[in-house]
T-cell receptor, first 113, second 112 residues
């Protein structure tokens, strides 16, 4: 059974710092990996999607990498801002575009002004 | 605007009642999902549907039921058999090509 782990559960950094959020998974036979952001009391917003054949994806100040062989993904946030404060979740998909996802519990990020 | 809508935003249920949470999408996605989110537990899959008139149980289906009569709609019923239904419920749909999942705004259910 696939398991997704995100450590630490919470992180506090000063504004302007570059930071890396980690995600690890136990079964490397994945279809894709997706990073989400969740603000308190809201739904999840998709940030980046990496297909199993890709190594990384970039969107603005965000860069996500994928290493299937080691079962790891990282989300890099450049020049963090207070508006980046939220919970960040990663999820991996079993084979197939319509299959189910397995989620990590998330990392709650606080960026201090 | 394309997206996923969930209603109501807040729902209060008395013990012993069944309640139905609505989820509608206009993204033309085949696959739809229901998750439950509790503090410290992460997202747990309740049911998912890969195509109209078909659905599969997720990890915590007991006490819940779904239907998928239309591509756009995937309602979730929380029955009286669900012993601890107070939670935040999230509906999602997924593209058939890239497999990217999109979420609705959620429904917060509280049992009185």
């Amino acid at each position: 059974k696939q398991e997704v782990t995100q450590i630490p559960a919470a992180l506090s950094v000063p504004e302007g710092e570059n930071l890396v959020l980690n995600c690890s998974f136990t079964d490397s036979a994945i279809y894709n990996l997706q990073w989400f952001r969740q603000d308190p009391g809201k739904g999840l917003t998709s940030l980046l999607l990496i297909q199993s054949s890709q190594r990384e994806q970039t969107s603005g100040r965000l860069n996500a990498s994928l290493d299937k062989s080691s079962g790891r993904s990282t989300l890099y946030i450049a020049a963090s801002q207070p508006g980046d404060s939220a919970t960040y979740l990663c999820a991996v998909s079993e084979t197939g575009a319509n299959s189910k996802l397995t989620f990590g519990k998330g990392i709650t990020l606080s960026v201090r002004p | 605007d394309g997206g996923i809508t969930q209603s109501p935003k807040y729902l209060f249920r008395k013990e012993g009642q069944n309640v139905t949470l609505s989820c509608e999408q206009n993204l033309n996605h085949d696959a739809m999902y229901w998750y439950r989110q509790d503090p410290g537990q992460g997202l747990r899959l309740i049911y998912y549907s890969q195509i109209v008139n078909d659905f599969q149980k997720g990890d915590i289906a007991e006490g819940y039921s779904v239907s998928r009569e239309k591509k756009e709609s995937f309602p979730l019923t929380v029955t009286s058999a669900q012993k601890n239904p107070t939670a935040f419920y999230l509906c999602a749909s997924r593209t058939g090509t890239r497999g990217e999942q999109f979420f609705g705004p959620g429904t917060r259910l509280t049992v009185l």
